[in-house]
């Protein structure tokens, strides 16, 4: 006789909260907390903030304006690290694996849908959007061999980005510097992605 589908699963867990139990009733009880440190001794300063000190109210004067690019670049860039860990996969264009190309074109058609066509291979990134001449949040990276565009990557600040990779210690989407490898010599530049304003 089989047992239903639901016990058979729910054993997979019994062991592990069996082990959980025994440790947590062995452990001895800390009755005081003076063991643990002062919060303010083990945190860094914030923005050269105490933890006591007064903070201005940022409401105060009413609700904050906001660059709707600045919010497409942080939209984009949020997007984009939920795709961290998938595996490279020449040609892929999904969650079960994806290259550099197929990476942004479904991480900028996901965020911005009214841009139409978005390039699907690495050398047709390098026509998409406006040149940028200094590398912000968003930004397309591209990267060339012999002259020809051959990877792309979205850039997280001036010096990391999110990427596709195929070859390396690390491959899939991960999180790479221009100082790791030779990402630097093979910077091609950047492209920015704009939205047309009425």
Request: glycine share 12%; charged share 20%.
């Amino acid at each position: 006789m089989t047992e239903p589908a639901g016990r058979q699963a729910g054993r997979h867990w019994l062991p592990a909260l069996s082990i959980a139990a025994v440790l947590l009733l062995c452990l001895p009880v800390q009755k005081s907390y003076a063991f643990l440190p002062e919060l303010e001794s083990i945190l860094p300063v914030v923005r050269g903030l105490e933890l006591n000190e007064d903070r201005p109210d940022i409401f105060a004067g009413g609700s904050i304006k906001t660059d709707p690019s600045d919010e497409g670049g942080i939209r984009v860039i949020a997007y984009a690290l939920s795709w961290l860990g998938v595996p490279y996969l020449l040609g892929g264009f999904s969650s079960a694996g994806v290259d550099c190309s197929g990476f942004l074109n479904r991480t900028i058609s996901a965020c911005f849908p009214l841009l139409g066509n978005v390039p699907r291979r690495s050398d047709e990134f390098s026509g998409f959007g406006v040149p940028a001449e200094n590398v912000e949040p968003g930004d397309i990276l591209l990267f060339s061999s012999a002259g020809s565009i051959y990877h792309v990557g979205l850039a997280l600040s001036a010096t990391t980005f999110i990427h596709s990779a195929s070859e390396g210690e690390r491959t899939g989407v991960i999180i790479s510097s221009m100082g790791d490898g030779n990402w630097r010599s093979r910077f091609a530049g950047a492209r920015r992605i704009t939205l047309a304003r009425d």
